[in-house]
């Protein structure tokens, strides 16, 4: 199931609500919202950079479930939605799979296609 990491902001005057019901209270929520679309959250971390910062790494089905709660959290109203992140994640043996994957460029063509 395909990887991703969450990267968001808790806005200042929501910063409450960690407060008030608890980070563990949000870990269950992430939970819930992962769960909702047919995933599980790995990990999820709290940090403070500018801010109080939540990481969360999630296996979802897909890329449009990864949105979907991205738009949903953005839109509650606790997050900074301008910078939250969300980024897919690959594994090594993803990678070299990638990598080894032939996609018809080469520099010499780059070049002539004008680019470099």
Not at 43 to 62: E, R, T
Not at 64 to 72: G, K
Request: zero cysteines; hydrophobic letters at 45%; charged letters at 20%.
């Amino acid at each position: 199931m395909p990887k991703f990491m969450f990267i968001e902001t808790y806005m200042p005057e929501r910063q409450r609500t960690i407060r008030e019901s608890g980070a563990s209270a949000r870990r269950k929520l992430a939970e819930s919202l992962a769960a909702n679309v047919g995933g599980t959250v790995e990990s999820m971390f709290f940090a403070f950079d500018g801010g109080i910062k939540v990481y969360i790494v999630a296996d979802l089905p897909d890329v449009r479930s990864a949105a979907a709660i991205q738009v949903a959290a953005g839109g509650s109203g606790d997050l900074e939605s301008a910078t939250g992140r969300l980024v897919q994640l690959l594994t090594p043996e993803e990678l070299d799979d990638a990598v080894a994957t032939e996609v018809g460029w080469s520099q010499s063509r780059a070049t002539a296609l004008g680019s470099s």
